[in-house]
């Protein structure tokens, strides 16, 4: 088992930045790779941002490419997402999972990953 919490949201006005973290906990050894994913009410959950564990290889939505970064402190057990330029459209709960099968194809992809935390709110004013 790998337990995940999400911290670090919040409200902030559109042009500014948040730092999202992630602390796993657990059978963190197992884990191949880290997500951020996001929802809004009504919406599909979408995928934001992906990183290998193990070597670092990050992934990013088109929407989200140049503004937000994934990182990882592995001695920590953490991951990261920090972003920049915030848009109101970024307005979501923020769920960050861990993906324990190798198999970075599938990174973008909600069902490879085996746990998720409990989500974080971000909110973007105009």
């Known amino acids: 088992q790998v337990q995940l919490v999400e911290s670090g949201g919040g409200l902030v006005q559109a042009g500014g930045s948040l730092r999202l973290s992630c602390a796993a906990s657990?059978?963190?050894?197992?884990?191949?790779?880290m997500g951020w994913f996001r929802q809004v009410p009504g919406k599909e959950r979408e995928f934001v941002a992906a990183?290998?564990?193990?070597?670092?290889?990050?992934y990013y939505a088109d929407s989200v490419k140049g503004r937000f970064t994934i990182s990882r402190d592995n001695a920590k057990n953490t991951v990261y997402l920090q972003m920049n330029s915030l848009k109101p459209e970024d307005t979501a709960v923020y769920y960050c999972?861990?993906?324990?099968?190798?198999?970075?194809?599938?990174?973008?992809?909600?069902?490879?990953?085996?746990?998720w935390g409990q989500g974080t709110q971000v909110t973007v004013s105009s």
């Open positions: 657990g059978r963190t050894f197992s884990t191949y790779a």
């Open positions: 999972a861990a993906h324990t099968a190798t198999g970075w194809a599938a990174v973008t992809l909600e069902y490879p990953y085996d746990y």
């Open positions: 990183i290998k564990w193990s070597g670092g290889t990050t």
